[in-house]
């Protein structure tokens, strides 16, 4: 087959960072090649160097057998190069075609000719097969659509070789379903894919080749139908990985946390949470499972007094907290790991150290009532940084930075570092996280319960629920249903109540 895409020897280098050491590979036309490894093994440096948007130290890039060089990423696209990346780069208030044609749209004179681009855009997209509402203002549209439109900006502009940055980070799992159906469509019109992503399971289904990185090296190239998920993981990561059940089912404890009869709104003042009620208890872990937009993070943001109640009550050890505010939630002894870690997070312009303190900065030790108490601050700020491995130049370093699974670490190192909370709810705390991240944070869950706290994980993330879980809810278009304790037949049950949102039947 006929190469569209090499790199030789592309080295390149930040400040006391080697990203990409020496890499070479090829792709063939017509591919799809997955990129996989861990944060911060330089797979997205790579991606960035053949996208223009850095230029490496060292090394050649080579489209169909033709060197290129690259100083923005005008001249990639130009050679036919396109990415998308994991966090969308569109205007929210214009429509999809305006997105998608932005920079390159039909003229009548000096205005853009709103007929024709919409006429052009619906033809590309009919071309590929992509079901799209050109018209439609992309604020309102689903998140899957706005990836399409995203993936037909590229293709607008004749890219013949389309860098997805993990794609199926926010996407459910029927829109990860038709995003393959998509890229396979793509495929066989000529498009070649690089595909980067953590989820080796969904590398397996869409991939024709995988070549994984490690620590900004090239550890070695496989093709998709002779490898397993287990080799990957360890081509990754350097190691056997821990993988499967990760939990000993434990007897629960006392109940700490208590949620009776809770409904709530979402923003357009629909109800998302029906009279719902759970029990949290000491030394448990609960599993939240269900398709993402049924009810779950309406639901946690009611728990932490983000969102008001239309009913309902919640009582930590015996008390009612439904109207405290946030602070005093928290302070009731509710640790709290947020679903999107740069909206609700962090603060992404913060530094390391002040991204640690809100909820501590009023206090004693690291308050005295007037000012902070800088040296304590840094003091636990760099023990916490240590203990949970957090990949930083310093404290003072601004966190939007960092790699998505080392500010996945800072907040997980500030909620639950301390170890001062009753009840922990994390709610899809490992998404987009590599391999030994996920397994960190994982294990900090489990430790955390092990001490007696009463733990809570919502993920759409099935064999993370299942990993961890004692016992399991499943949402259901607002409904908390009871799938029970974990036993052989668990994922049946969690199967049957995401589909039918009825009680779990036995033939």
Not at 305 to 334: C, H, N
Not at 338 to 356: C, F, K, L, Q
Not at 404 to 429: D, F, H, T, Y
Request: overall charge negative; hydrophobic content about 40%; charged content about 25%.
């Amino acid at each position: 087959m006929t190469e569209a895409l090499s790199v030789k020897n592309i080295t390149k280098a930040f400040p006391g960072v080697l990203a990409n050491d020496n890499i070479s590979l090829s792709v063939e036309k017509g591919t799809i090649r997955a990129i996989v490894g861990e944060n911060g093994a330089g797979k997205t440096t790579l991606m960035n160097v053949i996208y223009g948007l850095y230029q490496p130290d060292s090394g050649q890039i080579f489209i169909n057998g033709e060197e290129v060089t690259f100083s923005s990423p005008r001249d990639a696209i130009a050679q036919g190069i396109g990415m998308v990346h994991q966090h969308f780069k569109l205007v929210p208030s214009y429509t999809l075609a305006q997105n998608i044609a932005l920079g390159v749209e039909p003229r009548k004179g000096i205005f853009i000719d709103e007929p024709a681009l919409n006429k052009s855009v619906k033809a590309i997209a009919d071309k590929y097969g992509f079901q799209i509402n050109e018209r439609e203002v992309t604020v309102d549209v689903s998140v899957g659509e706005q990836q399409r439109a995203e993936i037909l900006k590229a293709l607008y502009r004749g890219v013949e070789i389309l860098v997805l940055d993990e794609p199926t980070a926010v996407l459910t799992d029927i829109e990860t379903k038709e995003l393959f159906v998509m890229l396979r469509n793509l495929v066989e019109q000529g498009i070649t894919i690089l595909f980067i992503s953590h989820k080796l399971r969904e590398v397996l289904e869409i991939s024709d080749d995988i070549s994984v990185m490690r620590a900004g090296k090239l550890v070695g190239t496989v093709k998709c139908e002779e490898t397993d998920e287990c080799q990957l993981a360890e081509m990754m990561v350097g190691r056997e990985t821990i993988g499967g059940r990760m939990r000993e089912t434990k007897q629960k404890g006392e109940l700490i946390m208590e949620i009776e009869g809770l409904s709530v709104l979402d923003n357009r003042d629909l109800t998302a949470v029906k009279d719902a009620s759970l029990n949290l208890y000491s030394g448990e872990i609960v599993g939240g499972a269900g398709v993402d937009g049924n009810g779950q993070e309406e639901f946690v943001e009611a728990l932490l007094g983000l969102r008001p109640l239309t009913s309902g009550k919640i009582r930590i050890d015996g008390k009612e907290i439904q109207e405290l505010s946030t602070r005093e939630i928290r302070e009731a002894g509710v640790a709290y790991i947020p679903s999107d870690r740069y909206r609700s997070g962090v603060a992404v312009e913060g530094t390391i150290w002040e991204n640690m303190v809100p909820g501590e900065y009023y206090v004693k030790p690291y308050s005295n009532g007037l000012a902070l108490a800088m040296p304590e601050i840094m003091m636990m700020s760099g023990t916490l940084i240590q203990k949970f491995n957090v990949a930083t130049p310093g404290l003072d370093a601004k966190t939007g930075n960092l790699s998505g699974g080392n500010i996945q670490r800072v907040i997980a190192a500030r909620e639950l570092g301390l170890e001062k909370a009753k009840v922990v709810i994390a709610s899809q705390p490992t998404r987009g996280i590599d391999i030994a991240g996920t397994e960190a944070i994982r294990q900090m869950l489990i430790d955390y319960a092990n001490r007696g706290a009463a733990v809570f994980v919502i993920s759409a993330d099935l064999d993370e629920i299942l990993s961890l879980s004692d016992r399991v809810v499943v949402f259901y278009e607002g409904n908390v249903l009871d799938a029970g304790y974990y036993d052989e037949t668990i994922r049946q049950r969690i199967s049957w109540l995401m589909t039918s949102g009825k009680d779990y039947c036995v033939d």
